[in-house]
Structures are given as structure tokens and as C-alpha cells.
């Protein structure tokens, strides 16, 4: 069974910087796009970053600039690097791969951005 465990989240600053990670339960190296998606209350969830097995990688235009995603493949983990938080950042992130048609979800950790 795959599993997707998020970590790095918590309460930041605006303009402050979090690094959240994915680790996943599988060998990834296969696996060709992953990504990152945040929900906020009261708000559908949205596709924040991608990056696919050869490491090129699109960007919300919210976050563009700001936000860097990243994978490495031998320890299994995506990381996203956040810088220059804003308030409207604040929301739970989750980790996504299609794996074996599925596409499976990690359980997503709370960002809160606020002074």
C-alpha cells in the first residue's frame, strides 16, 4: 500500500519561509509527476506545484517565484520551499502521485501564515 506522510508545516510570519516534505512509501523513481496541492477553509483545493521525473516543474501563478518544488528520487521525498509567505498561503498542503491508476494522497499539513 502506498502512503504519502507530509511534514514542515506550522506558523510563520508574513514574508517568513517553511519547507514542507513528502515522504513516500515507494520508490518514486518511476513515478512521473507528482505534486503538491493546498486547501484553505472554505475553498476547493488547488494545484500549487508539479514537477515531473525529469525534474521540470510548473507553479501556480500565486506562487510562482516563491515557491520551489524538488524531488530526489534515492531518498523517495518531495519538497516544496516556500519563501515570502503571505497570509493567503495559510492552508492544509497535501502530496499527490498517480500510482497504478490511483492517484493517492498524503493526510496534508497545516500552514498558517500570520503576524
Known amino acids: 500500500q502506498v502512503q504519502l506522510v507530509e511534514s514542515g508545516g506550522g506558523l510563520v510570519q508574513p514574508g517568513g519561509s517553511l519547507k514542507l516534505s513528502c515522504a513516500a512509501s515507494?520508490?518514486?523513481?518511476?513515478?512521473?509527476?507528482m505534486g503538491w496541492h493546498r486547501q484553505a477553509p472554505g475553498q476547493t483545493r488547488e494545484v500549487v506545484a508539479v514537477?515531473?521525473?525529469?525534474?521540470?516543474?510548473v507553479y501556480a501563478d500565486s506562487v510562482r517565484g516563491r515557491f520551489t518544488v524538488s524531488r530526489d528520487n534515492a531518498k523517495n521525498t518531495m519538497l516544496l520551499q516556500m519563501n515570502s509567505l503571505k497570509p493567503e498561503d495559510t492552508a492544509v498542503y497535501y502530496c499527490?502521485?498517480?500510482?497504478?491508476?490511483?492517484?493517492?494522497w498524503g493526510q496534508g499539513t497545516q500552514v498558517t501564515v500570520s503576524s
Open positions: 515507494v520508490n518514486i523513481t518511476s513515478v512521473n509527476v
Open positions: 514537477i515531473t521525473g525529469g525534474g521540470r516543474s
Open positions: 499527490q502521485l498517480l500510482w497504478d491508476s490511483q492517484y493517492i
